[in-house]
């Protein structure tokens, strides 16, 4: 059993940067295939980015393309996000997902990929 834990939210202004982390316990991050999705208020939940099983290159939504790079660090079984030029429409609750398999990277951007979930932390991008 994967258990994420989300960490790393927060208030900050337009333009800004953040990171967001991922502790994974149960299983090393480089077995695992992960990504992170959002949610705003009244939205659908939506692909952020993601990383194949062992593999370093970030999959990364149109939106967010050139300003957000995930990354795993082996050696303390985390995952982050990194997030740059942050914009108000940036603004939701981010998920980290984790999935046993080895999908394609078609299905990185699937929610269905995944079956493993952290609680979510909640990201506001405002002036």
């Known amino acids: 059993q994967v258990q994420l834990v989300e960490s790393g939210g927060g208030l900050v202004l337009p333009g800004g940067s953040l990171r967001l982390s991922c502790a994974a316990s149960?299983?090393?991050?480089?077995?695992?295939?992960m990504a992170w999705f959002r949610q705003a208020p009244g939205k659908e939940r939506e692909f952020v980015a993601g990383?194949?099983?062992?593999?370093?290159?970030?999959y990364a939504a149109d939106s967010v393309k050139g300003r957000f790079t995930f990354s795993r660090d082996n050696g303390k079984n985390m995952g982050y996000l990194y997030m740059n030029s942050l914009k108000p429409e940036d603004t939701a609750v981010y998920y980290c997902?984790?999935?046993?398999?080895?999908?394609?990277?078609?299905?990185?951007?699937?929610?269905?990929?995944?079956?493993?979930w952290g609680q979510g932390t909640q990201v506001t991008v405002s002036s």
């Open positions: 149960g299983r090393t991050v480089s077995t695992l295939a």
């Open positions: 990383l194949k099983r062992g593999q370093g290159n970030t």
């Open positions: 997902a984790a999935s046993s398999g080895s999908p394609i990277s078609m299905s990185l951007r699937f929610a269905s990929t995944y079956e493993y």
